[in-house]
């Protein structure tokens, strides 16, 4: 209980009888009556609801004498802060001076609330922006926090947390932007849904978000189709814009045009004076001096694929919509840097580490898992010469390097000379591990690597499907959401989540600059990361997850590439399907408890039944992956039309 104590600030101290909205002690618990929402000189009840109230609200002439007891504390039946029903199954937030009480299946719907012991800790004691942001951060409830006076949603006071639309009543008092009304007749007030899936970007029968924009297929959610109103996954977390946002706003008959939160203290008077209402921001739209008041349901988010992309940028674009899409990228990275080197502060600040793992230097096999070790006998032998130049170098010709097959030394004929054991001499790129800005920590090269070098080996436990699909269960159940998960053949994956090195980091790109690479090494299968480009000092290392496994719903990817598919598990943009060289099976947000676990393969490029590779015969079965040689069906030929 004494640390529960402690989530509170001191703006909700108790006061004294008489609290007024000047000066000396009583303005540090400065608050608003209940009844009108306005400041002034306030009574306090001092029954368990701890309200305040003006005198002439409550219709009293003057303060009483005595302990004064508002009527609800009176008959102990309170009223839910939610759904503002008087009833005597409300249940009371655990902190002693929040005084709110709520049903128990109103409370639930604001996912900040926290069960402690047999009660509750009710969610206007945490940063909803931060807690969206990382929900287990400890920085989420510590600080002073303004609090809605009309549901049970709170932020840190900084414009960086509050929601913009926010109406500022007092020190520590809001009204948050849920409680936005749209005026009829008024044209910026009319909800507007964008005519293309946020998933796949193409058209057709979309399901639409009725708080925002947004809009999907619902074969793209992976989700039935929802009876009655339906919201985004965003908009049920109460994802809000914030001041400094880039935004795309929609005006009248204009297409979506690229423009700037922007606080009201600091545009124009005669913006300023224009009528808005709770909920409503202004924004000044970019190639421009313009600026106009619109609000959620108006507005999605610019996002580093929109910055970096040129498809906007066509012939047919007038020039002052290519001036705004230039401004609004610049402006975009800028913020983006201011960000990252918060975030980098914060985290030097605090001292933050890497989520701790045990770093190993070779696989292990767990249970009945085996790790294959060829005779000598068996090793093929390539035809270079310790004489040569650069002996089975990468410029080299060396035909074990070209079939993906590592030398032995004591095999190979250019002996110690050799240069095609990376994997066994761990002949590593220099890396370190860094905190990226919105896609948790990174790797990055310390020195310049070259295209084509070998840059580490992806290492980790090595399991077995059943016990592959026993620790996502485990992870689902438990709420982790990240996996290292990666397959190595048709019966075995490697998890570098408990046990791994530096390549677990590694973070997806629909543009990567690495690739994975399934080696030989002394008769068994190993994963490498190879240079796909010339990669400079200081660059990101990423490579494409190729998501095999997926949740209910999808990720969203913030590579930041030209070519981003919006979501991890998608094919990126204009690009061909790359080849299968090792599939990532990391997901971050994975589903929650009790969702089903769909697979989705693509084409194996293996056998199924003895697992070597050739020439293939598919399975024509929509969905199913396996593919086999058509010695192994026993076929002397291959067969003409379907095959199952």
């Known amino acids: 209980m004494k640390d529960d104590l402690l989530l509170c600030d001191d703006s909700v101290l108790p006061a004294r009888k008489i609290i007024g909205d000047r000066g000396g002690p009583a303005s540090m618990k400065e608050n608003v009556c209940q009844v009108c929402e306005k400041t002034g000189e306030l009574l306090l009840c001092e029954g368990q609801c701890c309200g305040a109230f003006h005198l002439p609200c409550i219709s009293l002439a003057e303060a009483p004498k005595r302990k004064f007891v508002c009527p609800e504390c009176k008959s102990g039946v309170h009223t839910c802060f939610v759904c503002k029903k008087r009833s005597e199954d409300v249940r009371r937030c655990m902190i002693p001076v929040c005084g709110k009480f709520y049903h128990g299946e109103c409370i639930a719907n604001y996912a900040p609330t926290a069960p402690v012991n047999r009660s509750f800790r009710c969610s206007i004691h945490v940063c909803l922006t931060c807690f969206i942001a990382s929900p287990n951060s400890s920085s989420i409830s510590k600080g002073r926090l ?17 929601a913009a639309g926010s109406v500022v009543l007092s020190n520590n008092s809001i009204i948050c932007p849920n ?20 998933v796949c970007t193409e058209g057709g029968s979309l399901l639409c ?76 739209f970019f190639g421009s001096n313009d600026y106009l008041w619109t609000y959620q349901a108006r507005v999605f988010p610019y996002m580093d694929v929109d910055a970096n992309s040129k498809e906007k940028m066509g012939k047919g674009v007038d020039a002052t919509y290519r001036k705004a899409l230039e401004e609004a990228a610049a402006r975009f990275r800028e913020l983006q840097a201011e960000k990252e080197l918060r975030q980098l502060q914060e985290d030097k600040k605090n001292d933050r580490k890497p989520p701790p793992y045990k770093h190993i230097k070779v696989n292990r096999p767990i249970g009945k898992v085996q790790i294959f070790t060829a005779d000598l006998s068996e090793i093929p032998r390539c035809n270079c010469k310790a004489t040569d ?18 030398c032995h030394p004591q095999v190979c004929p250019a002996g110690e000379k050799c240069l095609n054991q990376a994997f066994t001499k761990r002949q590593y790129s220099q890396v370190e591990i860094f905190r990226t800005l919105s896609r948790g920590w990174g790797l990055r090269c310390v020195h310049d690597i070259k295209k084509g070098q070998f840059v580490t080996e992806y290492v980790g436990e090595v ?38 090195n530096e390549a677990r980091f590694m973070n997806h790109s629909c543009q990567p600059n690495c690739e994975t690479q399934k080696w030989t090494v002394s008769g068994d299968t190993r994963v490498g990361l190879f240079a796909l480009v010339d990669i400079t000092a200081g660059t990101e290392l990423t490579f494409n997850y190729n998501l095999e496994c997926l949740g209910n719903g999808k990720t969203v990817c913030k590579c930041g590439s030209p070519n981003c598919s919006g979501f991890l598990g998608v094919r990126p943009k204009n690009n061909p399907p790359s080849e299968d060289k090792g599939r990532k099976l990391r997901r971050r947000g994975y589903g929650r408890k009790k969702k089903k676990v769909v697979l989705t393969k693509e084409r194996e490029d293996e056998c199924f039944s003895c697992g070597d590779g050739g020439q293939m015969v598919s399975c024509k079965k929509p969905g199913c992956p396996k593919v086999y040689h058509a010695d192994c069906l026993n076929l002397t030929k291959r067969p003409a039309g379907q095959s199952l």
């Open 463 to 500: 399991i077995g499907e059943e016990e592959c699909r026993s620790r996502i269960r485990h992870a689902q159940e438990n709420d982790i959401c990240n996996f290292y998960m990666l397959t190595l053949d048709k019966d075995r994956i490697i998890d570098a989540g408990p046990k791994g």
């Open 209 to 284: 978000c009725e708080s925002c924009p947004a809009a999907f297929h619902r074969e793209c959610l992976n989700i039935e189709m929802p009876k009655g109103s339906w919201y985004c996954n965003d908009c049920k977390a109460g994802k809000k814009p914030h001041y400094k946002d880039i935004l795309w706003v929609k005006v009248g008959r204009y297409r979506w045009w690229p423009a700037e939160v922007s606080h009201p203290k600091t545009i124009p008077e005669n913006i300023q004076r224009m009528r808005h209402d709770v909920g409503e921001f202004p924004v000044h």
């Open 146 to 162: 303004v609090r809605c006076v009309r549901c049970p949603v709170a932020y840190h006071a900084t414009d960086l947390c509050m």
């Open 389 to 406: 130049e650069s002996p089975c170098g990468m410029d080299s010709e060396c035909i074990n390097r070209m079939l993906l097959y590592e």
């Open 179 to 198: 409680h936005f009304t749209p005026r009829r007749g008024v044209k910026n007030h009319e909800h507007v849904n964008v005519s293309w899936c946020f």
